[in-house]
Nanobody, 129 residues
Framework: QVQLVESGGGSVQAGGSLRLSCSASGYAYPNLMAWFRQAPGKEREGVASIDRYGRTTYADSVKGRFTISQDNAKNMLYMLYLQMSSLKPEDTAMYYC?????????????????????WGQGTQVTVSS
């Protein structure tokens, strides 16, 4: 059983930075990991993804500002990060990490929620103007 736990959210002024972390226990090498976010009244959207080889993809809205990275598992503990810079008020959302352990994203795409088997509980990011 894979368990995902996010941390690092908070409140920051526009132009500031935050680093989100996600610890994943129970699975050493997921096929694909991703960060999603959901703002109030909006659908959840993919932000960034990274595969086991370190290849990354980003949503257009965060390119050049966000960086996804990973620390491959030691003792079955895997870490995922999202470095967020030049934050904007429109980045305000609940941020979730997600794990694809069944290669579903190869069929449905990296930013399709159906591709992910496991989800964290989320961490809130609030950016004020």
């Amino acid at each position: 059983q894979v368990q995902l736990v996010e941390s690092g959210g908070g409140s920051v002024q526009a132009g500031g930075s935050l680093r989100l972390s996600c610890s994943a226990s129970g699975y050493a090498y997921p096929n694909l990991m991703a960060w999603f976010r959901q703002a109030p009244g909006k659908e959840r959207e993919g932000v960034a993804s990274i595969d086991r080889y370190g290849r990354t993809t980003y949503a257009d809205s965060v390119k050049g500002r966000f960086t996804i990275s990973q620390d491959n598992a030691k003792n079955m503990l895997y870490m995922l990060y999202l470095q967020m810079s030049s934050l904007k008020p429109e980045d305000t959302a609940m941020y979730y990490c997600a794990a694809d352990t069944q290669q579903r994203t190869a069929v449905v795409g990296a930013f399709n929620e159906r591709g992910y088997t496991y989800w964290g509980q989320g961490t809130q990011v609030t950016v004020s103007s």
